[in-house]
């Protein structure tokens, strides 16, 4: 695990994850680095909140970034919101510390547009989702299982940033490592 040197940088993900707010968490999304085979999984606990949010280029996801042509490129599309719309299967968190989902929420793909024709260009299009649990022992939250690998064929890496009372980390996951620790 490699430990963040800026104090920046954890409280701009605390906010993102718990504060929730689309429009900071749109304003970090927009700085981010979009890399095919590649995804970031940022972590958050505050209390007795646990927050996840997945942000992956859509090809990772769907198979592509544009805007869905076809009746297959459409039904990709349903089938992720399906899977992710719901963290069964893609998360397996400390069993101790009694977490439960409460929310999830699917932020709609956008599609860059190139000139004044208005057609959509979306090479760089983005699938983003962010899980909320409540944890009835968020005392015993010492790692979550990231599933994602199974769900995302083309992924190669995921980047886990984790922001904790406890710590402030970075983890490289791979899909022979997909443990996220939470403690130091």
């Not at 104090?7 to 304003?27: H, K």
């Not at 859509?58 to 719309?85: C, D, W, Y």
Request: charged share 20%; hydrophobic share 40%; glycine share 6%.
């Amino acid at each position: 695990m490699f430990r963040l040197r800026s104090a920046a940088v954890p409280l701009a993900l605390g906010l993102t994850c718990v504060a929730g707010s689309p429009a900071i968490a749109d304003e970090f999304r927009s700085r981010g680095v979009h890399e095919h085979g590649s995804a970031t999984v940022d972590i958050a606990i505050q209390d007795a909140t646990l927050e996840i949010a997945l942000h992956s280029p859509a090809i990772n996801v769907i198979g592509f970034e544009h805007a869905p042509r076809s009746a297959e490129e459409k039904t990709a599309l349903a089938q992720a919101n399906r899977v992710f719309g719901s963290p069964q299967g893609l998360f397996l968190i400390s069993p101790s510390a009694a977490c439960t989902s409460t929310s999830v929420t699917l932020i709609p793909i956008t599609y860059e547009h190139d000139g004044d024709d208005g057609k959509p260009n979306a090479r760089h299009a983005d699938y983003d989702v962010s899980y909320r649990f409540h944890c009835a022992h968020a005392d015993q939250l010492g790692w979550i299982e990231i599933r994602l690998f199974e769900q995302m064929k083309g992924m190669r890496k995921i980047v886990a940033n984790v922001v904790t009372p406890a710590v402030q980390a970075q983890s490289l996951l791979t899909p022979e490592n997909t443990r996220v620790h939470l403690r130091p």
